[in-house]
Structures are given as structure tokens and as C-alpha cells.
């Protein structure tokens, strides 16, 4: 299925505003400091790319949209939510890429590059984070 350039911006402002407030709420429960600090700062990275989706979205069609965010589950254990966002940030590195290739306009191409870029690193630093959790896991015997 083919989507719009109005329906892509929708979908990508609702899943980086999720990915927001799930990083935030992350890096409150997080065990570690640097686990913490390392969560916030993809909550922020998140939640700018939403905005500049949203200036876009409101340039191209003269309105503003704000998703309302219905909150992500987060009853499960922690390690295996990080897990879970490695897949997630994989897919939207993937999914930005497309939109990257595929779009002419250049305020979109680098919008996409940025978030891209970043839903790739993010990848990264999950696996870190995950790395980082072993210890903890040890030591708290879980």
C-alpha cells in the first residue's frame, strides 16, 4: 500500500511521539545513571524529530496536527522492552531511508536523513544498553 506524503507525516509524528514519551518513561526506571541519561537524551531526539514532522506537515497543509499518544505497554520487563525497540528503531531507520530515496523535496530529504541517522544510532545504543544491563541482572539476581 502506497501512503501519502500527509499520511507518512501523520504516521512518523505518532511513532516518534510514542518513541518520546516511552524513552522518557524508560529513563525514570532506569537501574543505572548512564542508562538513564543515555534514554532521556533518544526521548528528546524523538521528540524533536516529531516536531520538525509536525512544522512540515503544517507548511504542506496549512494545519497543525497533534496525535493524541496512546501510551505503550510498559508492564513488561524492562530488558525486554529495550529488546523490543531495537527492532522498532531498525524498522523506522529503514522506513526513513525509503522516504529519504524516494523524496525530491529538500526540507523532507532532510528531515528523513536526520531521523534516519538517528533511529540508527538509537539502534545502537539499545544494544549497549542492553550490554550494560547483564551486570545489573547478575548482581540483582533476576
Request: with cysteine.
Amino acid at each position: 500500500m502506497e501512503f501519502t506524503t500527509i499520511q507518512l507525516l501523520r504516521m512518523f509524528i505518532e511513532d516518534e511521539e510514542r518513541d518520546a514519551f516511552l524513552y522518557k518513561e524508560l529513563s525514570n526506571r532506569a537501574p543505572t545513571s548512564k542508562i538513564r541519561e543515555i534514554l532521556f537524551s533518544m526521548s528528546m531526539d524523538e521528540q524533536s524529530h516529531s516536531e520538525r514532522f509536525k512544522k512540515i506537515y503544517k507548511t504542506i497543509t496549512g494545519r497543525s496536527f497533534s496525535p493524541i499518544v496512546i501510551p505503550p505497554d510498559l508492564n513488561r520487563e524492562f530488558k525486554d522492552i529495550i529488546a523490543s525497540q531495537i527492532l522498532g528503531e531498525t524498522e523506522g531507520y529503514l522506513q526513513y531511508s525509503e522516504q529519504y530515496y524516494k523524496s525530491n523535496n529538500k526540507v523532507l530529504k532532510e528531515a528523513y536523513f536526520t531521523a534516519l541517522t538517528d533511529e540508527n544510532a538509537h539502534a545502537h545504543k539499545l544494544e549497549y544498553i542492553l550490554e550494560m544491563l547483564i551486570p545489573c541482572l547478575i548482581k540483582l539476581q533476576i
